[in-house]
């Protein structure tokens, strides 16, 4: 049976991959100007791109290092939606044999199952198979959304002065209990 929890934190951690970029800055060479147009780039083609084909408005974006990252992300998903929908059909088909007093048939690896644990272990497989049906399309969605974020933000110039502090902070805070400590963090932009 597939724990939930490492597939919830195999799901979190293709999340977290797959939505950080590297930081970059764009130097500008004064002598190298040119008097060309330049092209736009349109968030709707990549939108449109990774819509119908998953990892193509990465391509588009100029990103072509995250489309291992979306198929590794949907062959993940992809194989625990297969697996866990295999589970449930073999523990229902055992399930419906038992419930109608059917000896034929039955797997003898579960001889020794209770019918209420060949139940619980359907119904568990079956909740899985369905998690994975929405991670597969969170996945998928996330996708999109890169490649339209993305797409929108292709052409931003970053100032190379531009800065974010995070600090840590502490602040004492009284209460009817007494002094309770408070802490979290700062951040600080400063343009400059």
Not at 39 to 65: C, D, E, V
Not at 83 to 95: I, L, P, Q, S, V
Not at 156 to 180: E, M, R
Request: hydrophobic content about 40%.
């Amino acid at each position: 049976m597939v724990n939930q929890n490492s597939t919830l934190k195999i799901f979190l951690v293709i999340i977290f991959v797959f939505l950080t970029n590297i930081g970059m800055a764009q130097n500008v060479d004064s002598t190298k100007i040119s008097l060309k147009p330049l092209k736009k780039h349109s968030p709707t083609k990549a939108t449109l791109y990774s819509t119908f084909l998953p990892g193509l408005g990465q391509i588009y974006n100029k990103q072509a290092w995250k489309v291992p990252i979306v198929y590794a992300g949907l062959g993940t998903v992809a194989y625990f939606a297969i697996t866990n929908y295999n589970g449930a059909t073999k523990f229902h088909k055992e399930y419906n044999l038992r419930a109608n007093g059917i000896t034929i048939g039955r797997n003898p690896q579960y001889v020794n199952y209770p019918d209420q644990s060949i139940y619980n272990l359907y119904y568990a497989y079956e909740k899985n198979f369905e998690l994975s049906l929405f991670a597969g399309a969170a996945v998928y969605i996330f996708n999109i959304l890169d490649a339209m974020v993305y797409a929108h933000l292709f052409d931003y110039d970053i100032s190379p002065n531009l800065a974010l502090n995070i600090k840590p902070f502490y602040i004492p805070s009284y209460s009817y209990n007494g002094l309770t400590p408070t802490m979290g963090f700062s951040m600080k932009l400063s343009f400059k």
